[in-house]
């Protein structure tokens, strides 16, 4: 019996010499391991992408993707679903065949970049997608297939009219040449390890923590409360206002409800929340008038505004088209304003003068209210006589001056405007630039083809915000409307200030010229406009640029002489314009031109423009004297 329970143990005794199964562990680079015991680096480099290069690039690639046991067995599980096989099938398929097949092997997008990068010695630290796609698909031979030049040729077209903004936002340059989708968190033509985010330099969104949240929610409810507040507050003044207007004298406000047929030069008042003058323009009153092809509103006329004298003043109806809802935003363009808030100059309301007083101030002439710089703006000064009140006078633009035909107003107001030394509208500034296109090019082959202006009235803030495409094609008819190198001069309001560009769209140079010694980064509308203009420009001429340039439009801020004030810009820009065509160059240098160098202008230097616009509109018999 104890044998049979001997033999019996021994049955179920494990066998030493059986096999063990020998299960898999984490998968590690011993040379790597070793290495970290004695204490060597190894030193690894990222290029601008964020992906991995250098000669251990392939050593670090590999040690970081080691999987442990667990995630090995997960990624066999999902490889033997019968999904993922149909997935993997097709994309098998695929990619067995591939249209436009890649040709570099093991070498990737990254160390290619790198290799072509160290072989040009070039400085950029990254090239486009759709060059590194094109030679990933350039044989050993070194030859170019027709259809991966063809892709890579409308890819630079596509790039010189397209922006960086619409590259990101949408689908990149590569993308739209192929016709293909773009996948989410990659960028075609760039490799592993390249996203959006780094190849834009978009800054992540970080989620707001619930005490942002709270605050942010607290700083609405405070605002919603101001707002109820002040509303309530606008309510009673105006309640109390118009109680007002009705009971004070007739002569207080001479209210017009008939208005002269055609231009006239008007006053801006608003109502709300104190009655007041906003600004200043022209009221056009012409049967079946239009406002932005749409019907005017009841009780409402069309007005162009020229100056502004509240910047903080709202439109009385906002543009919807542009979002434009202050009036200093709409200088140059038409708007609605109410009937009862428009007055013909000389019909302003005033109030009635004591007997102490003698004759209102508004009525004195001009020349006794200030004493006039120079003979001749003393002689039209004290002479002025405008045909009827609130007239104005039409003077013709020819086709040459701003490359079409039009008629400027030029109203009364406008010559008060340079009497006073006040802020100059759109009519005073174009007025200047007929001036020297009579005094100065007219007849001089030379500088008639190498300077040219733009319009103010057809490329201004309100209009770049409302209607970009027509701004955009207005100036890449301007500036292909000669073969030749030109300078085209703008004189810009952004709104309350005059600003001076002068491009040269062949050389693709800006030159900025700012009175206020602002940047050009203030006016993001305008130089996106320009930018894109010039681009367009490009793509038609069929220009060639480097690709390094591709993108780029060279800015040139110009040290040029500042203003003291906040009303002299107008006059800066006149007197740039002047001094850039009688010097006779397309190129401005940085410090500008050391004929005319100085901190600031002298008033004697602004009297001089001032005279020759008096002497000019007496010339045009714009006036009467």
């Given at each position: 019996?104890?044998s049979d329970?001997e033999?019996?143990?021994d049955a179920?005794?494990?066998?030493?010499?059986?096999?063990k199964?020998?299960?898999?562990g984490?998968?590690?680079?011993k040379?790597?391991?070793?290495?970290?015991?004695?204490a060597?680096?190894y030193?690894?480099?990222?290029?601008?992408?964020?992906?991995l290069?250098g000669s251990n690039?392939?050593?670090?690639?590999s040690?970081?993707?080691?999987?442990?046991q667990?995630?090995?067995?997960?990624?066999?599980a999902q490889?033997r679903?019968?999904?993922f096989k149909?997935?993997?099938a097709t994309?098998?398929e695929r990619?067995?065949n591939?249209?436009?097949?890649?040709?570099k092997g093991?070498?990737?997008?990254?160390?290619?970049?790198e290799k072509?990068?160290d072989?040009?010695?070039s400085d950029a630290t990254s090239?486009p997608?759709?060059?590194?796609?094109?030679e990933?698909?350039?044989?050993k031979d070194?030859?170019?297939?027709?259809d991966?030049?063809?892709?890579?040729d409308e890819?630079?077209?596509?790039?010189?009219?397209i922006?960086?903004?619409?590259d990101q936002?949408?689908?990149s340059?590569?993308?739209?040449?192929l016709n293909v989708?773009?996948?989410?968190g990659?960028v075609r033509?760039?490799g592993h390890g390249c996203t959006p985010?780094?190849?834009?330099?978009?800054?992540?969104?970080?989620n707001?923590s619930n005490q942002e949240?709270m605050?942010?929610?607290q700083?609405?409810?405070?605002?919603?409360?101001?707002?109820?507040k002040d509303n309530?507050?606008?309510?009673?003044?105006?309640?109390?206002?118009?109680?007002?207007?009705?009971?004070?004298?007739?002569?207080?406000i001479n209210?017009q409800?008939k208005?002269p047929?055609?231009?006239?030069s008007c006053?801006l008042?608003l109502?709300?929340?104190t009655?007041?003058l906003?600004g200043?323009?022209?009221v056009h009153n012409?049967?079946g008038?239009l406002?932005?092809?749409?019907?005017?509103?009841?009780?409402?006329l069309?007005?162009?505004?020229?100056?502004v004298?509240?910047k903080?003043?709202l439109?009385?109806i906002?543009?919807?088209?542009?979002e434009?809802?202050?009036l200093r935003?709409?200088?140059g363009s038409?708007v609605?304003?109410?009937l009862?808030l428009?007055?013909?100059?000389?019909e302003t309301?005033?109030?009635?003068?004591s007997?102490?007083?003698?004759i209102?101030r508004?009525?004195?002439s001009?020349?006794?209210q200030?004493?006039?710089?120079?003979q001749g703006?003393?002689?039209?000064?004290?002479?002025i006589?405008?045909a009827?009140a609130g007239a104005?006078?039409?003077?013709?633009?020819?086709e040459?001056?701003?490359?079409?035909?039009?008629?400027?107003?030029i109203g009364?107001?406008?010559l008060e405007?340079i009497?006073?030394?006040?802020?100059?509208?759109?009519?005073?500034i174009?007025?200047y630039?007929?001036?020297?296109?009579d005094n100065?090019?007219?007849?001089?082959d030379?500088l008639s083809?190498r300077f040219r202006?733009?319009?103010s009235s057809?490329?201004?803030?309100?209009?770049?915000?409302?209607?970009?495409?027509?701004c955009?094609?207005?100036?890449?008819?301007?500036?292909?409307?000669s073969?030749?190198n030109?300078?085209y001069l703008?004189?810009?309001?952004?709104?309350?200030?005059w600003?001076l560009?002068a491009i040269d769209p062949?050389k693709e140079?800006v030159?900025?010229l700012?009175?206020?010694d602002?940047e050009w980064?203030?006016y993001?509308?305008?130089?996106?406009l320009v930018?894109t203009?010039?681009?367009?420009f490009r793509s038609?001429?069929?220009a060639?640029?480097?690709?390094?340039k591709?993108?780029n439009?060279?800015?040139?801020k110009v040290q040029?002489p500042?203003q003291?004030?906040?009303?002299d810009?107008g006059y800066?820009?006149m007197?740039f314009m002047?001094?850039?065509?009688?010097?006779n160059q397309?190129?401005?240098p940085?410090?500008?031109?050391?004929?005319?160098?100085?901190a600031?202008y002298?008033?004697?230097?602004?009297e001089q423009?001032?005279?020759?616009?008096?002497?000019y509109f007496?010339e045009?018999r714009l006036i009467s004297i």
């Amino acid at each position: 019996m104890a044998s049979d329970q001997e033999n019996s143990q021994d049955a179920n005794a494990p066998d030493d010499t059986s096999e063990k199964e020998i299960t898999r562990g984490i998968t590690i680079m011993k040379s790597i391991i070793r290495d970290r015991d004695k204490a060597v680096t190894y030193n690894v480099n990222w290029n601008a992408d964020n992906q991995l290069i250098g000669s251990n690039a392939a050593k670090l690639a590999s040690y970081i993707g080691t999987l442990v046991q667990e995630e090995w067995v997960a990624f066999v599980a999902q490889r033997r679903d019968e999904n993922f096989k149909k997935v993997s099938a097709t994309n098998r398929e695929r990619a067995s065949n591939p249209t436009y097949a890649y040709k570099k092997g093991c070498l990737g997008y990254a160390r290619l970049e790198e290799k072509i990068l160290d072989e040009t010695k070039s400085d950029a630290t990254s090239l486009p997608p759709h060059v590194l796609w094109k030679e990933a698909r350039v044989g050993k031979d070194g030859t170019v297939r027709d259809d991966v030049q063809h892709i890579y040729d409308e890819c630079e077209t596509l790039s010189q009219s397209i922006s960086t903004a619409e590259d990101q936002e949408n689908r990149s340059v590569l993308s739209r040449a192929l016709n293909v989708p773009e996948y989410p968190g990659r960028v075609r033509g760039k490799g592993h390890g390249c996203t959006p985010t780094s190849l834009y330099k978009n800054p992540r969104r970080r989620n707001p923590s619930n005490q942002e949240v709270m605050e942010t929610l607290q700083a609405l409810q405070a605002q919603v409360l101001q707002l109820q507040k002040d509303n309530e507050r606008y309510r009673c003044m105006e309640k109390c206002s118009s109680q007002l207007k009705e009971t004070s004298e007739k002569a207080s406000i001479n209210c017009q409800n008939k208005f002269p047929e055609g231009i006239s030069s008007c006053q801006l008042y608003l109502s709300s929340p104190t009655y007041r003058l906003v600004g200043k323009g022209k009221v056009h009153n012409t049967s079946g008038d239009l406002l932005h092809h749409r019907p005017l509103p009841d009780g409402h006329l069309k007005v162009s505004v020229d100056v502004v004298l509240d910047k903080d003043a709202l439109l009385p109806i906002p543009d919807i088209v542009s979002e434009t809802t202050l009036l200093r935003d709409a200088i140059g363009s038409f708007v609605a304003w109410p009937l009862d808030l428009i007055f013909i100059d000389d019909e302003t309301p005033t109030k009635p003068a004591s007997k102490d007083k003698g004759i209102l101030r508004h009525n004195e002439s001009v020349a006794s209210q200030k004493e006039v710089f120079a003979q001749g703006s003393q002689q039209l000064s004290q002479k002025i006589d405008m045909a009827t009140a609130g007239a104005i006078r039409l003077l013709d633009m020819e086709e040459d001056i701003f490359g079409y035909s039009c008629t400027e107003t030029i109203g009364k107001e406008d010559l008060e405007h340079i009497f006073r030394h006040q802020e100059l509208g759109v009519g005073v500034i174009h007025t200047y630039i007929r001036f020297l296109y009579d005094n100065f090019m007219r007849g001089n082959d030379q500088l008639s083809n190498r300077f040219r202006f733009v319009s103010s009235s057809l490329v201004n803030k309100a209009l770049i915000c409302r209607e970009p495409d027509s701004c955009r094609e207005y100036l890449v008819k301007r500036f292909t409307a000669s073969s030749t190198n030109n300078l085209y001069l703008w004189p810009y309001n952004s709104g309350c200030h005059w600003l001076l560009l002068a491009i040269d769209p062949l050389k693709e140079v800006v030159y900025f010229l700012n009175s206020i010694d602002g940047e050009w980064t203030n006016y993001p509308d305008m130089k996106q406009l320009v930018d894109t203009s010039i681009k367009v420009f490009r793509s038609q001429r069929q220009a060639r640029v480097p690709r390094t340039k591709s993108s780029n439009i060279t800015w040139i801020k110009v040290q040029c002489p500042l203003q003291r004030n906040g009303i002299d810009c107008g006059y800066f820009v006149m007197r740039f314009m002047r001094e850039i065509i009688n010097m006779n160059q397309i190129e401005i240098p940085i410090t500008y031109f050391d004929e005319y160098k100085c901190a600031h202008y002298t008033r004697l230097q602004l009297e001089q423009i001032k005279e020759e616009l008096c002497q000019y509109f007496i010339e045009k018999r714009l006036i009467s004297i």
